[in-house]
Nanobody, 114 residues
């Protein structure tokens, strides 16, 4: 069964750091992988992507603070989040880019307090 499992979220004060991990069931080495955030609404927006060759890109709001990476040998996609802000609060999901409905997992909650 193909699946993606996110972990690493938590409660942190503004300025703190978290590292999110997405462990896949494998078979995504040719896919662009992405992290998405679902804020107060139900809409999920992409915040970071990494190509099969390792080219990484992040949304302007998190540029300089978030870093996405992948390790296809370990079937893992990571998101290092530094200098967190309350606006970063939300549920974080990983998926391919563009996302496939059947790959959405439970996500991991990130809450940033003042």
């Amino acid at each position: 069964q193909v699946q993606l499992v996110e972990s690493g979220g938590g409660l942190v004060q503004a300025g703190g750091s978290l590292r999110l991990s997405c462990v896949t069931s494998g078979g995504f080495s040719r896919n662009t992988m992405a992290w998405y955030r679902q804020g107060t609404g139900n809409r999920r927006t992409v915040i970071a992507t990494v190509s099969p060759t390792g080219y990484a890109d992040v949304d302007g709001d998190v540029r300089g603070r978030f870093t996405i990476s992948r390790d296809d040998d370990k079937n893992t996609v990571s998101l290092e989040m530094d200098d967190l802000k309350p606006g970063d609060t939300g549920v974080y999901f990983c998926n391919v880019r563009p996302p496939r409905r059947e790959l959405w997992g439970q996500g991991t909650q990130v809450t940033v307090t003042q």
